[in-house]
């Protein structure tokens, strides 16, 4: 089973400052299957990235996913204040639709 | 739309199950696989599996095998996931999810609170 490892578990950053969260998998994924959420509290998550680099409907353009085989990359060129929120990655295994998530990083206003 | 409506929280004592439903609606519910992913208090999500609703397969992850149930009525466009043999730790929201074509999973349902608890 692939293993996805988030960093920094916690980032601190103010609104305007660009955040770059990283992804590491234990084995080579297909860029076709990494997918990037955000999740605020109290609400369920939401898609920003499919395909590592592709955004959902509706996603602003200040989000950018990008990484092949096993490191991947959310960036938020510049932070909203909206967006401070926990980010997922997440990736297709082998066993058909099987789904593994990171453990997520916390975006943090300094 | 597409809309995915969960049925509302549940307070269950040890040993019992839950069953949690799925209502979708504003797509063609057979068209897309529906997974279900849980949330403990302040931890991360967790993937318990999937079900096919055109053909109702099934494929659950390994921790869950043997105490989780997915079922499907496409009469009225309702994926359910029952839980069994529950334990305080499967206190968590619980999510179904729509799975988009293989390229993650664009629509949630709003969560159903699941509390174990004596």
């Known amino acids: 089973e692939i293993v996805l490892t988030q960093s920094p578990g916690t980032l601190s950053l103010s609104p305007g400052e660009r955040a770059t969260l990283s992804c590491r998998a234990s084995?080579?994924?297909?860029?076709?299957?990494l997918a990037w959420y955000q999740q605020k509290p109290g609400q369920a998550p939401r898609l920003l990235i499919y395909?590592?680099?592709s955004r959902a409907t509706g996603i602003p353009d200040r989000f950018s996913g990008s990484g092949s085989g096993t490191d991947f990359t959310l960036t938020i060129s510049r932070l909203e204040p909206e967006d401070f929120a926990v980010y997922y990655c997440?990736?297709?295994?082998?066993?058909?639709?099987?789904?593994?998530f990171g453990q997520g990083t916390r975006l943090e206003i300094k | 739309q597409v809309q995915l409506v969960q049925s509302g929280a549940e307070v269950k004592k040890p040993g019992a199950s839950v069953k949690v439903s799925c209502k979708a609606s504003?797509?063609?519910?057979?068209?897309?696989?529906m997974h279900w992913v849980r949330q403990a208090p302040g931890q991360g999500l967790e993937w318990m599996g999937w079900i096919n609703p055109n053909s109702g397969g099934t494929n659950y992850a390994q921790k869950f095998q043997g105490r989780v149930t997915m079922t499907r009525d496409t009469s009225i466009s309702t994926a359910y996931m029952e839980l069994s043999r529950l334990r305080s730790d499967d206190t968590a929201v619980y999510y179904c999810?729509?799975?988009?074509?293989?390229?993650?999973?664009?629509?949630w349902g709003q969560g159903t609170l699941v509390t174990v608890s004596s």
């Open positions: 997440q990736q297709y295994g082998s066993s058909p639709r099987s789904i593994t």
């Open positions: 395909g590592a680099s």
């Open positions: 504003g797509y063609t519910f057979t068209g897309y696989y």
């Open positions: 084995q080579s994924v297909s860029s076709s299957y």
């Open positions: 999810a729509r799975d988009w074509m293989v390229r993650g999973l664009e629509d």
